[in-house]
């Protein structure tokens, strides 16, 4: 079992830029394929990005390409998520996820069993 913490979040100024961190303990994060979600209030949890276990591979919501960018570095547990040009719709509490030996495209869609708390992210117009 692995445990997620996010970390990173923050209040920023529309066009400005943060990079979220989801730090993995319990277990190595080297064969997990990990996501990103955010929950504004009042709304539905949305996917934001994912990348593969084996990190070869990315996806992103179309509300987010080309100005977020998911990497994941292994020899620290760590995936991050650097996001640029932010928009005050981008205001939300951002979770990371994880699930074992999964593409990037299908962390958007299937269970996933390992979540953290969630960082709040807050952009003022």
């Known amino acids: 079992q692995v445990q997620l913490v996010e970390s990173g979040g923050g209040l920023v100024q529309a066009g400005g830029s943060l990079r979220l961190s989801c730090a993995a303990s319990?277990?190595?994060?080297?064969?997990?394929?990990i996501a990103w979600f955010r929950q504004a209030p009042g709304k539905e949890r949305e996917f934001v990005a994912a990348?593969?276990?084996?990190?070869?591979?990315?996806y992103y919501a179309d509300s987010v390409k080309d100005r977020f960018t998911i990497s994941r570095d292994n020899a620290k547990n760590t995936v991050y998520l650097q996001m640029n040009s932010l928009k005050p719709e981008d205001t939300a509490v951002h979770y990371c996820?994880?699930?074992?030996?999964?593409?990037?495209?299908?962390?958007?869609?299937?269970?996933?069993?390992?979540w953290g708390q969630g960082t709040q992210v807050t952009v003022s117009s």
């Open positions: 996820a994880a699930r074992l030996f999964t593409t990037a495209q299908a962390m958007g869609v299937m269970a996933l069993p390992y």
């Open positions: 319990g277990r190595t994060v080297s064969g997990y394929s």
């Open positions: 990348v593969s276990w084996s990190g070869d591979s990315t």
